[in-house]
């Protein structure tokens, strides 16, 4: 029905992704044994270089994603 009408789903992409963003936030406190400050406009988590540093991974050669 969304494809034929151009409305946003019930389940939307943006809803799912700020819920994703909770569990992987919630992963890095657990592992690092400390509560975290998130900004949500820079998608980054403040003042912790170490917390930041699980927000990503080195890619595989030849699959980089260049931005």
């Known amino acids: 029905e969304c494809v034929k ?3 946003l789903p019930i389940s939307d992409v943006h809803t799912h992704h700020r819920a994703l963003t909770t569990c992987h936030l919630s992963n890095i406190a657990v592992r690092l044994g400390r509560a975290l ?3 949500s ?5 403040v003042g912790d270089d170490a917390a930041n ?3 990503t991974r080195q890619q595989r050669e ?3 994603v260049k931005v």
């Open 5 to 7: 009408t151009r409305e």
């Open 37 to 39: 400050k998130w900004d």
């Open 41 to 45: 406009k820079a998608q980054q988590i």
């Open 53 to 55: 540093a699980w927000q």
């Open 62 to 64: 030849g699959y980089e």
